[in-house]
């Protein structure tokens, strides 16, 4: 990413309000700059932007030398996970409402855009976790998770029961509503809403983190990246494994999943001034304290 000329791909969430505008203007101002813009061709299905070719996954991977996504984390979530294998750095721009990893408000997308185009940027490398789901043998589906991989029982149905094994070795069976077995990057989402701990995107490791366990004494734990995690369905009905929240597969009696970090990384380009403690204490509002009056009475 320099001011020299470079084939730049756009990705909106094209049901965000006022996305077309925000998207024209970003077209536009990458254009007047000389570089070249292409538009993934499921968001110019939704979005027009005149002028502008569109090309699918694939294509974005072998021609751009960035992508500028539009929108909130999970429209993030979807094309870094389709863009991983091409090394494609990405860029956030937030039109949803958290923004963990889109994190460039609208307000400042051009100026900001601008600089990083100078090269005043940070860069960063995430990872992403894959697994196979195998029933009497055969696999039967797979997917790729940048936050996490949940597996769980359905709405109407009681706990399941699932039986974990760690790089071979049997860790536990384990009665709860479900399991999730995040990356760091997932560490703000799902697992953090249910008692997992923060880790920072650096750190190599996985963590799994049961949802609403039946014993108080499965807690949380922090993986090495380099395991393999096996969960077998032990008992239970309308269980199910989910990928972000975005792809999952129906599960049954004796289904394995195996997970294991994927060979693929993630790579994110943040303004000059980003630093991971400036988000989280914007995203979990660690800057606002109670009133001296408030805290003592």
Known sequence: MTAQAKTIALVGKYNAAGITESMTELASFLDHAGHTVIVEAET??????????SMPVPEIGKYADAAIVVGGDG?????????????????????GRLGFITDISLDRMIPVIAEMLEGKYVSERRSLLQAIVVRDGDQIFSGVAFNDIVVAR?????????RVDVDSHFMYNQRSDGLIVSTPTGS?????????????????????VPIAPHA??????VLPES?????????GRDISVNFDMQSFASLMYKDRIAIN???HTVT???????NYYNTLREKLHWNEYPSVEGALN
């Open 154 to 162: 359905g709405a109407g149905s009681g706990m399941v029961e699932l």
């Open 44 to 53: 110019a299905q939704y979005i027009h932007l005149n002028g502008f070719a």
């Open 75 to 95: 429209t993030m979530l979807g094309i870094a996970r389709q863009l991983a294998p091409y090394n494609v750095p990405l860029i956030g721009i937030n039109q």
């Open 261 to 263: 970090r994927s060979a």
């Open 268 to 274: 994110f380009l943040h303004p000059h001034d980003w």
């Open 227 to 235: 395991s393999e995690i096996v969960i077998e369905i032990v008992a």
């Open 216 to 221: 108080l004494s499965n807690r949380p734990i």
């Open 188 to 208: 703000t989402a799902y697992a953090l809403s249910a008692g997992g701990p923060l880790l920072h995107p650096s750190l190599n490791g996985i963590v799994m």
